[in-house]
């Protein structure tokens, strides 16, 4: 209640109304939950470390990951020490530069895929859960197409026959900033398998939300179908859809790590899991760069985890039992 | 007599489920005057809230007019378009809901709920959008619009929650207002005032008001005409004095006997049995299973309805052979 002034009736001068909308409510519950705040913190540094990690890292990109001469002064598999504080891995390179420069196509990864994934998901779910009948029925039979197929094995043979087709290390320029050809492709391929899950979430959140009395209030309003989705059930599942968001961009960067430690992923872009397969066949020689690539990946998924938990657990409290 | 505003005629509306179709709107005929308050009176279940959506043809699925004619203004409402339909929501004939608490789209402010409606609608600047909204909620007896509008569903009242619903289906001004127990689920002191509200408002801006409900005390308070409808049948159309005081139709005198009345130690009749299934209606008239006057005619053809007096409907075979008890008997 208004704290009220007893001589006029008015609100006492200087009170400030606190704000009350979703978003206020939920960072304040939010900032309680010491789990998700301390992977907003990871989150923020991952992010730091991703923009400026080619500023920080004490020795430069490795150019060609595959070339066979050492690169650094022949400092092979070198154990860590104060020249090399994470040690130097089979190339020669030093995998703290490594995981440094690797920061930002990590980022890059989990942030893509997740916005293709999210924007096919959004399309295909909304559609298939506001109209339902025979449309939600194609959609969701092709949904499943995609479910059953075999994700993994046609992950490892579309990037394998498309990365070749782009030819080794060849890159495009956006805004700027030189993108990999190779990474992008291994990026859209996750993300065609990667949507079906969540477009059945959001699926399942429109037939939740159409349901409602509010968007029957609406409708006797006149508002139009394009109208109802993208104005009153799209924001209603907003939460949702960012806590899958986040929990996706985590999911994404350890898939890239797993298909590129697996070989299959961009040889020539040096992210995480491509530091783990090189030095694999060396690792009771090298363990150092196979465990401080390994923590940068682990870090920064829980990271993502821990937000997505806490961004859950403010956004949608109900759910929290 | 006044003018005809809307007029149903025949109206089906079935739901198609899997269990079978709910007949839930079966034949139903009425009209609606220009700046009457018509009551719509029936136990739950009985079509009335189905007949208010099939009128602004948003029945929900698996819901489907299927037959009839709803003419407003001279216009059948059923050959229309979706976008003409659109068009006539809010601006020509809008709804108010049973539950203010879920009618509202909880993550909006009200001020952006009441800016959709009007943006909808018309093309009008921010400020005097702004300067529509405030005048509404003032309309509607909000006070300190210029802050309440800045607040969210949640932070409001029932009460208040409700004049925020009404607020936005007053919006446009429509000229056919449906209330669908718009009082139901509010404190009764909130009940009188929000009643008291609607007939204020119903005067000023001289729209027609139906009232759907099932308290027979707010449909002796606000209308001047009664529709009584049982498992999706009409059976009884009067004005509202003559109807509590000489019903027609067995259960509009059940539901007049149902009411509790301080003023005289009686004890409260049961309507016996309950609505019936609508997937298989009972045979001939609705009715005939919970009447105690049923005969064997009730039960092989459905009665229709007949002017027993002037401006008096009944859809009952055995009406002149039955006397029943108005509300001071």
Not at chain 2, 157 to 175: C, D, E, H, N, W
Request: glycine share 8%; charged share 20%; net charge neutral.
């Amino acid at each position: 209640m208004t704290p009220m002034n007893p001589e006029n009736n008015k609100p006492n001068a200087g009170y400030k109304r606190r704000s009350a909308s979703q978003w206020a409510v939920a960072w304040r519950r939010f900032r309680r939950n010491k789990a998700g705040v301390a992977g907003l913190i990871i989150v923020l540094a991952v992010v730091f470390v991703g923009i400026f990690g080619d500023a920080l890292a004490p020795y430069p990109a490795f150019p060609n990951p595959k070339a066979l001469t050492p690169f650094y002064n022949g400092d092979v598999r070198t154990p860590p020490s104060s020249k090399y504080l994470l040690g130097t891995d089979v190339l020669g390179t030093d995998v703290l530069s490594d995981i440094l420069h690797g920061t930002k196509y990590a980022l890059y990864v989990g942030v893509v895929v997740t916005a293709i994934t999210m924007a096919i998901a959004i399309v295909v779910g909304s559609i298939a859960g506001y109209f339902g009948s025979w449309i939600d029925n194609v959609l969701m039979r092709l949904t499943e197409v995609f479910l059953v197929f075999p994700s993994l094995l046609f992950i490892l043979i579309f990037v394998r026959v498309f990365t070749l087709g782009a030819g080794a290390g060849a890159s495009f320029n956006f805004l700027g900033i030189s993108i990999p050809i190779g990474l992008t492709i291994v990026i859209f391929v996750l993300a065609v398998f990667n949507w079906p899950g969540d477009a059945r979430m959001i699926r399942g959140e429109f037939m939740r939300i159409r349901e409602l009395e509010f968007i029957e209030a609406e409708k006797a309003l006149g508002a139009s179908n394009r109208r109802i989705i993208f104005r009153h059930i799209l924001p209603n599942i907003l939460s949702s859809i960012i806590v899958v968001a986040s929990l996706t961009i985590a999911y994404a960067i350890l898939l890239e790590a797993g298909v590129s430690f697996l070989g299959f992923g961009d040889v020539n872009t040096m992210t995480w899991g491509q530091i783990l397969e090189n030095n694999f066949s060396d690792m009771r020689i090298v363990w150092w760069a196979e465990v401080f690539p390994g923590l940068a990946i682990l870090i920064t998924v829980f990271g993502f985890n821990l937000l997505g938990d806490g961004l859950s657990d403010a956004l949608n409290p109900r759910l929290r039992d | 007599m006044a003018e005809t505003l809307l007029k149903i005629e025949g109206l089906k509306t079935y739901f198609f489920t899997e269990a079978g179709i709910v007949k839930a709107v079966d034949n139903v005929s009425f009209d609606v005057r220009k700046g009457e308050s018509l009551g719509l009176v029936g136990e739950s279940g009985s079509g009335k809230t189905v007949t208010a959506l099939s009128v602004l043809r948003i029945v929900p699925k698996p819901g489907k007019i299927v037959e009839g004619k709803i003419e407003f203004k001279g216009e059948d409402l059923l050959e229309k378009n979706e976008t003409e339909m659109q068009a006539m929501r809010g601006r020509e004939i809008a709804i108010i809901f049973q539950d203010p608490s879920s009618s509202l789209n909880p993550i909006f402010n009200v001020e952006t709920q009441l800016r959709d409606v009007l943006l909808a609608h018309e093309k009008i600047s921010k400020e005097e959008c702004r300067k529509k909204i405030i005048d509404l909620m003032n309309l509607v007896g909000i006070p300190e619009a210029e802050i309440r509008m800045r607040e969210f569903p949640h932070q409001f009242s029932g009460g208040m929650k409700q004049r925020v619903a009404i607020a936005r289906a007053l919006a446009l001004q429509p000229t056919l207002l449906f209330a669908d127990e718009p009082t139901t689920s509010l404190d009764v002191t909130i009940q009188a005032q929000v009643l008291d509200l609607l007939e204020e408002l119903k005067k000023k801006l001289g729209m027609s008001l139906v009232m759907i409900t099932h308290d027979m005390g707010i449909i002796a308070k606000m209308t001047t005409r009664v529709v009584v409808m049982y498992a999706g049948n009409v059976c009884e159309i009067a004005k509202t004095e003559d109807l509590y005081e000489h019903p027609r139709h067995p259960y509009t005198a059940l539901l007049l006997a149902a009411v509790p009345r301080l003023d005289r130690k009686k004890k409260l009749r049961i309507i016996p049995g309950n609505i019936p299934n609508l997937i298989e209606p009972p045979s001939g008239c609705r009715f005939h299973p919970r009447c105690e006057y049923a005969t064997g005619k009730c039960a092989e053809e459905p009665p229709v309805l007949e002017e027993v007096e002037p401006e008096h409907f009944v859809a009952c075979y055995e009406w002149k052979n039955i006397s029943l008890k108005g509300e001071n008997h």
